[in-house]
Each structure stands twice: as C-alpha cells, then as structure tokens.
C-alpha cells in the first residue's frame, strides 16, 4: 500500500522542481530586463572625467565614429595607464554611444554574453554609453576606474 503515497509524493517533488525552475527563470528574465544606469545625459566626457577622477591618464585615444558595437553611432578606444611614462600596466576601453537607452541595454546584454566566463572583461553602462573595459588590463587600472564609474552613477 505505500507505492501510491510513494508515487504521490515523487509527483509533488517533481511539480515542486518544475515550479521552481519557472520562478528562477522569471527572476532571470526579470534581472535581464531591468534597466541599466539612468537616462541621462552622460556622454563621452562624463566617462573621460571619471577617467580623470581616477587618477589615470589616456595613453592612447581612437576615435571610431560610425561605432564599434551593433547599434552604436560612436564608439572611443582608450588605453588607460596609473603613468603612461612608466613601464606599469595598461588597460584597454571601448566606450560606446548609443541613440537611446534602449539600444544601450540590448548591446550591454550581447556584451556581457560575450565575456563570460567572468574575468574576461566588465560591461558598465553611463548614460547613453557603455563602457567595455576589458579583463586582461592592469588590476589598479580597472579597480581604480571601477570605483570611478560607480561614483559617477554607472552600473
């Protein structure tokens, strides 16, 4: 007599699995969707001040104007030092522009597919811009402008 109550509670261990399958990929989606850093206006300039206010300096600067990413319109290389005139570690940056925040959000979400597994670089998003700053850089140099872009309102 107790195959059934057996079978019962295999069922409900099953259904109670199943559910919290959905719920963990609700709570995914629902993490993917949100938005990133605010609206705003922040541009270039607010990136290369935090930048600044890191205590780095731009070693090297180029331009791309018809943008790097899918959906961006200008797109910034950098190449970051603590002293470029030392022989210390370097770090590079791609900054994006974006038309919309939008557009934003769907390239941070392609990059951070993109850089797994983690290590390999961070996504941050400022404004209408994201920040790729990649992982195999100088550590000073990504910590210090980490903590730069936080402080600026990046996320």
């Given at each position: 007599m107790t195959a059934p109550v057996d079978r019962d509670r295999g069922t409900a261990l099953a259904g109670a699995a199943v559910l919290v399958c959905l719920l963990a990929a609700l709570a995914v989606v629902q993490w993917a969707g949100r938005p990133r850093a605010d609206d705003g206006s922040a541009s270039f300039p607010e990136v290369e001040r935090a930048v600044t206010d890191a205590g780095l300096e731009v070693c090297?600067?180029?331009?791309?104007?018809?943008?790097?990413a899918p959906g961006a319109v200008e797109s910034r290389t950098y190449e970051l030092a603590v002293r470029c005139a030392a022989?210390?570690?370097r770090?590079?940056?791609?900054?994006d522009g974006f038309a919309s925040t939008a557009d934003r959000d769907a390239a941070a979400r392609q990059f951070e597919s993109l850089v797994r597994p983690r290590g390999s670089g961070v996504v941050?998003?400022?404004g209408r811009t994201t920040v790729f700053l990649q992982g195999s850089g100088d550590?000073?140099?990504r910590?210090?402008?980490g903590r730069s872009l936080r402080?600026?309102?990046?996320r």
């Amino acid at each position: 007599m107790t195959a059934p109550v057996d079978r019962d509670r295999g069922t409900a261990l099953a259904g109670a699995a199943v559910l919290v399958c959905l719920l963990a990929a609700l709570a995914v989606v629902q993490w993917a969707g949100r938005p990133r850093a605010d609206d705003g206006s922040a541009s270039f300039p607010e990136v290369e001040r935090a930048v600044t206010d890191a205590g780095l300096e731009v070693c090297a600067e180029d331009d791309h104007p018809a943008g790097l990413a899918p959906g961006a319109v200008e797109s910034r290389t950098y190449e970051l030092a603590v002293r470029c005139a030392a022989d210390g570690g370097r770090a590079g940056v791609t900054v994006d522009g974006f038309a919309s925040t939008a557009d934003r959000d769907a390239a941070a979400r392609q990059f951070e597919s993109l850089v797994r597994p983690r290590g390999s670089g961070v996504v941050w998003t400022l404004g209408r811009t994201t920040v790729f700053l990649q992982g195999s850089g100088d550590r000073e140099v990504r910590d210090r402008l980490g903590r730069s872009l936080r402080a600026a309102g990046a996320r």
